[in-house]
């Protein structure tokens, strides 16, 4: 199957699960279980070639100006991972179909586990690793979303918030070390790169590169100092635990560093960077591990120490090492991921996790026992069990590593490892199944059914299987392991073995073996000690760090942005005339190419209206209603300006909108006093005044500069106006502009309205849900009102006028695109006819008739406007490419037809759509509980007293 | 230029300073007040002159769109007055 399917399939599937919800929890899982099932079989088939040592490429450009390409490679690395990633997300998605309750949103679950799988199939199948760093940053959202799955629970939310800081910030450190590897190879193919070792080591930008990179490793694969994140993340079902931190999103960083083995492994920096970050997690995860009572942080930090156990191997830099990794890996992933579900198991049958008050677990669950004990002996290094063998091999390892020139360092930290890791696998079995039965667990635990122990049962038959017979997955093994080292290194080993003789690496085991269970002998004791030792608590210094950064922030931006729109509008005004004056001081000023014209006396007495309202409007500005008034004669005027100019498209857009402006301030009016209290002190206001005169000075001198000079450079207008008709299909240049040159733009300019209209919305919707709802249903009104509430006259008025205004809206939308007009303008005057019957017959009565709500309707907008875009995608053109042609209907005259016109309609639409709905929410927000709701179209009508007369009539001759 | 040009063009400019002194006179009859009903009738009636000035100016210049910003402004010109009317009646412009 070709590879672009094995990772389009889980991410495609992922739309499934939450579509097949309705349909029920077994048709959920089983699309589910079958877009998985033909991933891994897809990648299976795969398997002959990789074997055959050969690298399976498939590619596609996406930008190959940025290097950015859509390229996926398959070797042995890996389709090792991606065997787990997939073969575990199979074993994880029948155990979770048993272990979700009725309460949790399966296809919710699903649809997160799909993307999540998807993520990683990318980043372990990617060549490119720009296209990586995407699959990268997706897993951490991913992930965020699947821990963050109970999202009742406090502990979830601040887990996943957690693990996507902490792995986000890897994240991008990655990302700059990931482009400056690019940078030094000229390439951000992973096949190029990786044959580039020596460029790349002796490049200087070597050390910043791998210490970014090694910070997103380290994050990701909760590495020390980064490690915290992985045990607050426990606090997702256990399904996806078991998944995410036995095969997958902390393998990722594991992933990472084996891929890049063959060329940033072999320095100093990398040897002393990793192997000691690893020896240390290793150790300190282990110790932790042992003391934790919670079953789950027990496993957490055992992984932790795991991971620091393959982090450490890595680091050494040495073929038998990357051998060991491997092996490692694909041991941890089986007996961690049994040992998760079996805690699962043993949460939901007995409802507690708590080690303390659990024991004696072996009677009431037999086959639970047996799959968690043959797991967690692997993971404490028994023979004829798969981890006993790569732990030997990692202790072999250790015993030829010299760190910091000392022979016994490592030696000695791997054998404390291994003894605390033995004593906590001994303790997770002793402390939970031995013992004797206790009568006060929270629930009657006995074995849950075969679906649920299944998956775990299969995942230890493996455990068993390789620990007895190593050499069934031995070639397969090397297989991977060349693929990691590729050219760097020579792998001299030819077999795993159990049996190595009495080698030192016998004697370590040995020793952490008998450790671990002395250990155990004197848990109580120690266990005393450790709680009383105080330690740092990393939440408690992460939710610091989080908080001191969050006040960094605020006493950076809050002098600035205080809330006081004076301030920022001083700021802004102030900064612009400072640029405007220094680019007129230092920049070259031609000289005058045009005359003033003469005025006429009307222009003249035009403009002495607005400076008059705009005068007036200053001096008045306290009282609000005359501000508005004055407002609309500066609307009117400049509107008349508009025609005056020759502008008259601009010039009904302003009209239009000066309507709707009056109608949303006088909403809003209704709930503010009718004077503006005086605030500012006068200093102040002294000063605003000098800034405001500065501004418009600067804006007339602006102004008379340009209007008799032409612009330095060519300006865009020509281009405009020579393309509109040969590219646009349209003559008027302004709706050319708006739908198709500048279409993008415009898209988003509808979802920004959208968006804006919806705010309007909840934020209206809060207010009335909450204490606010009272006082503003009985509210009593600041002056006498008249009685009628509804005239006769403008009902009529309204009605006879609304389809002459729809009609006009029509047409001014239909020539929009030769003529001035649009989607935007006759969505305006479409919104006022429209708000005429709201004022005319009350909000009720309105909004009974209503047939779509207006949320709907900015939808319809931004989809059809969106769609349109994309139809061209399947003619091969860019997004919004648009297209028209003529069409001649007998008898009609022959006329255009444009893609953009259907862009228009979205425009359109969205228009209608978020006015109407800031309107509405308004008039929403000012309905008051003395006033009854509207049932009539007027208050006052001769009709229905005829109408009722008339009935009367009727019953009179009935009887 | 014939006779019926150069009348027709002295018409315009006789309708044009009419309005345009209406549309002063209006001005100072929203300042002077003296109620709020005054003033939103003397935004009514500039409205209105407004609408005269865009068609006399549509004439002037022979451009036919004109009158189209002319019939949106005859169409919709009443909605802002009758809604600042229904504020100072009812507060609420739409119950």
Redesign the interface.
């Known amino acids: 199957m070709s590879l672009f399917l094995i990772v389009a399939l889980p991410f495609f599937g992922a739309l499934l699960p939450g579509i097949m919800n309705s349909a029920g929890r077994s048709a959920c899982f089983g699309v589910t279980f079958t877009v998985t099932l033909s991933a891994f079989v897809g990648l299976l088939t795969n398997l002959p070639t990789v074997l055959a040592g050969e690298v399976v490429m498939a590619r596609v450009n996406w930008m190959p100006e940025l290097g950015l390409n859509f390229t996926l490679m398959l070797d042995g690395l890996g389709f090792f991972f991606a065997f787990l990633i997939l073969g575990i997300g199979l074993l994880i998605i029948a155990y979770g179909r048993q272990y979700l309750s009725r309460d949790d949103h399966m296809g919710e679950f699903f649809t997160y586990l799909l993307l999540f799988q998807g993520a990683m199939v990318g980043i372990v199948l990617s060549d490119n690793i720009l296209l990586l760093l995407v699959f990268w940053e997706l897993t951490s959202l991913a992930s965020f979303l699947l821990i963050g799955y109970w999202k009742h629970l406090p502990e979830g939310r601040q887990g996943a918030r957690m693990a996507l800081a902490v792995t986000g910030m890897g994240g991008l450190a990655m990302i700059g070390g990931m482009l400056i590897l690019g940078q030094i190879v000229g390439s951000y193919d992973l096949s190029v790169i990786l044959q580039n070792r020596e460029a790349i080591q002796a490049d200087p930008l070597y050390v910043p590169a791998l210490l970014l990179i090694l910070l997103g490793c380290f994050t990701k694969s909760a590495q020390f100092p980064f490690h915290f994140w992985l045990p607050h993340a426990m606090a997702a079902p256990t399904p996806v635990s078991a998944y995410l931190h036995s095969a997958t999103m902390v393998k990722a960083g594991i992933f990472l560093m084996a891929r890049m083995w063959p060329v940033l492994s072999g320095t100093p920096e990398w040897f002393y960077i990793v192997t000691t970050a690893g020896l240390v997690t290793m150790v300190l995860g282990a110790v932790i591990a042992l003391f934790k009572h919670d079953l789950k942080s027990l496993l957490a930090f055992s992984t932790v120490s795991h991971l620091g156990l393959i982090t450490m191997l890595l680091g050494t830099g040495t073929a038998f090492g990357a051998l060991a990794a491997v092996f490692h890996i694909l041991n941890h992933a089986t007996f961690k991921a049994a040992l998760f579900m079996s805690a699962g198991i043993v949460d939901h049958e007995a409802h507690t996790r708590d080690i303390r008050r659990l024991g004696g677990l072996r009677h009431l669950m037999p086959v639970t026992f047996t799959i968690a004990t043959i797991a967690a002996l692997s993971m404490a290094g028994i023979p004829f069990l798969n981890g006993f063998l790569s732990k030997e091999m990692m202790l072999e390892e250790a015993h030829h590593t010299v760190l910091f020139g000392s022979h016994w360092l490592v030696p000695v930290m791997a054998t404390v490892g291994s003894l605390f890791s033995a004593a906590y696998c001994f303790r997770f079995i002793g402390h939970t199944f031995l013992g004797p039965v206790r009568d006060d667990y929270p629930h009657k635990p006995h074995d849950p059914g075969a679906g649920m122990w299944l998956p775990p049962a299969i995942l230890v038959v493996l455990v068993v299987v390789i620990g007895v017979a190593p050499f069934l997955v031995q070639d397969f093994v090397f297989m991977v392991t060349k693929s990691v080292i590729g050219e760097a290194a020579e792998l001299k080993t030819k077999y795993i073995k159990i049996w190595h003789g009495l080698v030192p690496a016998l004697y370590m085991s040995i020793i952490a073996v008998v450790g671990g269970l002395a250990m155990m002998l004197v848990f109580k004791p120690l266990s005393k000690v450790w709680e009383t030792t105080p330690r740092p608590e990393a939440k408690v210094i992460f939710e610091a760090i989080v908080e001191a950064i969050v006040r960094l922030a605020q006493a950076l931006t809050h002098p600035l942005h205080n809330g006081s729109f004076t301030r920022y509008a001083m700021i802004g005004i102030v900064a612009m005339i400072a640029a405007g004056y220094h680019a007129w001081a230092t920049g070259t000023v031609a000289d005058p190419v045009r005359e003033l014209q003469a005025a006429g ?2 222009p003249i ?2 403009w ?2 607005l400076v ?2 705009t005068g ?1 409007l200053v001096v008045m500005h306290r009282n609000r ?2 501000a ?3 407002i ?2 500066v609307g ?2 400049v ?2 300006g508009f ?2 100019l ?1 502008a ?1 498209d601009l ?2 857009t302003q ?2 909108v ?2 709707v402006t ?2 949303l301030l ?2 809003a ?2 709930f503010l006093p009718n004077r503006t209290p005086t605030e500012s002190t006068s200093l102040r206001r002294v000063r605003d005044a000098g800034v405001a005169i500065a501004a418009g000075l600067a804006t007339f001198g602006l102004a008379y500069h340009y209007m008799l000079r032409d612009t330095v450079a060519a300006s865009i207008s020509e281009y405009h106006l020579a393309n509109s008709y040969k590219g646009g299909g349209g003559t008027n240049v302004v709706n050319v502009i708006l739908v198709d040159f500048r279409g993008f733009d415009t898209y988003g300019e509808i979802i920004v309205l959208g968006i804006a209209a919806l705010l309007i919305y909840a934020l209206t919707e809060t207010l009335l849900g909450g204490p606010v709802r009272r006082r503003l249903l009985n509210r009593i ?3 006498a ?2 009685g ?2 509804h005239p006769m006259m ?1 009902v009529v008025l309204t009605r006879v ?1 609304m389809p ?2 729809l009609l ?1 809206g029509f047409y ?1 939308f239909l020539r929009g695109h030769n ?2 007009g649009g989607g935007f303008i006759a969505g305006l ?1 479409v919104s ?1 006819a429209v ?2 019957q ?2 005319a017959s ?2 009720s009565w309105a909004s009974a008739r209503l047939k779509y709500p207006y949320h709907g309707v900015i939808g319809a907008g931004v989809l059809v406007a969106g769609l349109t875009g994309i139809g061209s995608w399947f003619v091969g053109k860019p997004f919004l490419t648009s297209d028209f042609t003529y069409v001649r209907i007998p008898p009609f005259h022959k006329f255009e037809l444009a893609t953009a016109a259907l862009f228009d309609l979205g425009v359109f639409l969205a228009v209608v759509g978020a006015v109407m709905l800031s ?1 509405e929410s ?2 929403r927000l ?3 509980a003395d ?1 009854e709701d ?1 049932v009539h179209p007027m208050d006052i009508d001769p009709s229905r007293n005829a109408a009722a007369s008339g009935s009367a009539v009727d019953m009179k001759e009935d009887t | 230029m014939t006779i019926a040009q150069g009348l027709f063009d002295f018409a315009l400019i006789i309708a044009m300073v009419a309005l345009a002194v209406g549309q002063v006179l209006c001005m100072a009859r929203l300042v002077i007040g003296p109620t709020t009903a005054d003033r939103i009738l003397a935004l009514d009636t500039m409205v209105i002159n407004a609408l005269g000035l865009v068609v006399a100016l549509g004439m002037h210049q022979g451009v036919k769109v004109y009158f189209e910003v002319g019939v949106l402004v005859a169409m919709l010109g009443f909605v802002s007055t009758v809604a600042l009317a229904r504020f100072i009646l009812r507060g609420d412009i739409i119950e």
């Open positions: 006396p009307v007495a035009g002495a209206m008059a309202a007036g209603l005359l508005l008034i004055l609309g004669i009117l005027m509107s008349v025609v005056y020759s008259p010039a009904m009209f239009t000066e309507v009056i109608i006088l909403l009016l209704n009104p600041d002056q009102r008249s009628d509430m403008m006028i002459v205004v006009v001014i003529e001035p005057i006022i708000v005429m709201y004022m009350g909000f309107l308004f008039s000012a309905r008051r006033t509207s």
